[in-house]
């Protein structure tokens, strides 16, 4: 079955930027998956930010934006706030009906 | 708003039975397909089922096939999934989902389901 990497964790500076990436075992995530980010804070259940590929959902701050980086879908957030310490997940779409996680990158912001 | 709850979660055996619902309200359930996501203790998200709008079709991932089976009530705006030969590493928090633009747009609180002896 299809594995859909991401980074296990990455930190960032309060007001920098940093992205998170997510990609296959084997082949190029392109807008064909339609790549999706989630943000899960401890407790709480996901938030949709990105869908689509690089569309914000209702309500989510445009530091958040999503995209292509070469064969793999892209969160980048620029200005990093406290707040953004969270889990993030991407989300692909393999087939029409038939989705797979990333395993999650865990961001610090320190 | 959109509203999901999930329930029907609780402490089962190895091997045994369970029947998750996913109540939906504050928009037309029949016109979205759902998913149910999980999340084992400590882990990440994994995707468990989808069923299309008008239940006609369902699929799963390799660790829930031919055990998990999701179906839907479009008249009373509820999905369900039905887990048998649960397994400890089904042990997980339970999430139904709602499906939009390709991704789970909306999510329920979840509903924990823990598989021991």
């Known amino acids: 079955q299809t594995v859909v990497t991401q980074e296990p964790s990455l930190s960032v500076s309060p007001g920098g930027t940093v992205t998170l990436t997510c990609g296959l075992s084997s082949g190029s995530v392109s807008t064909n998956y339609h790549p999706s980010w989630y943000q899960q804070t401890p407790g709480q259940s996901p938030r949709m930010l990105i869908y689509n590929t690089d569309t914000r959902s209702s309500g989510v701050p445009d530091r958040f934006s999503g995209s292509i980086l070469g064969n793999k879908a892209a969160l980048t957030i620029t200005g990093a706030q406290a707040d953004d310490e969270s889990d993030y997940y991407c989300?692909?779409?393999?087939?029409?009906?038939?989705?797979?996680f990333g395993g999650g990158t865990k961001l610090t912001v320190l | 708003q959109v509203h999901l709850v999930e329930s029907g979660g609780g402490v089962v055996q190895p091997g045994g039975s369970l029947r998750l619902s996913c109540a939906a309200s504050g928009f037309t359930f029949s016109r979205y397909g759902m998913h149910w996501v999980r999340q084992a203790p400590g882990k990440g998200l994994e995707w468990v089922t989808f069923?299309?709008?008008?239940?006609?079709?369902?699929h799963y991932p390799d660790s829930a096939k031919g055990r998990f089976t999701t179906s839907r009530d479009n008249s009373k705006q509820m999905l369900y999934l039905q887990m048998n030969s649960l397994r400890p590493e089904d042990t997980a928090l339970y999430y139904c989902?709602?499906?939009?633009?390709?991704?789970?747009?909306?999510w329920g609180q979840g509903t924990l389901v823990t598989v021991s002896s």
């Open positions: 069923i299309r709008s008008d239940a006609k079709k369902s």
């Open positions: 989300l692909v779409c393999v087939d029409t009906d038939i989705r797979v």
């Open positions: 989902t709602t499906d939009l633009n390709w991704g789970s747009a909306f």
